[in-house]
């Protein structure tokens, strides 16, 4: 049986709304852009502009749980080592799941500052560098060597 010439009437293609625009060259547009999740659209400057602030916060956010992550590396070793040898395997374990927690946290949220940077939008780009930027004048009490790479 063949279908040739077969009206399809009635039968329209459901819309799903604007596309988002993927972009894997560097660019200043902000036409269909999406960051990171479909729903988080840009359709206005000013849902530009308020993506931008968030993304800023999220990248200062980062250097948040980092310095979070320092602090209970240095109380947790002066802790673990005023303990009494006997009996301190419990807590050097317990000591060891809340850092490889903390740790397993910054890898995540620095993989997802990775993904806002490549919408190889300009305008992303420089609201990561600013978050960056402000989180570490907020938090950072440590060398700056330490690069914010994803991993």
Known sequence: MANHGMDH??????????????????TWD???????????HITSTFTLLV?????AILTAGYEFVREISRR??????????????????HREKKVKMVK???????????????LLFM???????IAVAVGAFSGYLGFGNSS????????
């Open 51 to 55: 993506s931008l602030l968030c993304v």
């Open 9 to 26: 009437g009635g039968m329209d293609m459901p819309s799903h709304g604007p596309m988002c625009n993927m972009n894997m060259l560097f």
């Open 100 to 114: 490889a927690t903390l740790y397993a946290v910054q890898v995540f949220y620095s993989f997802f500052i990775m």
């Open 119 to 125: 919408t190889y939008n300009g305008w992303v780009m």
């Open 30 to 40: 902000t036409t269909n852009l999406c960051i990171v999740f479909r729903w988080w």
């Open 72 to 89: 209970y590396e240095n109380n947790s070793a002066e802790y673990v080592n005023s303990l009494p040898r006997k009996g301190s395997g």
């Open 144 to 151: 700056p060597t330490k690069s914010v790479a994803c991993h």
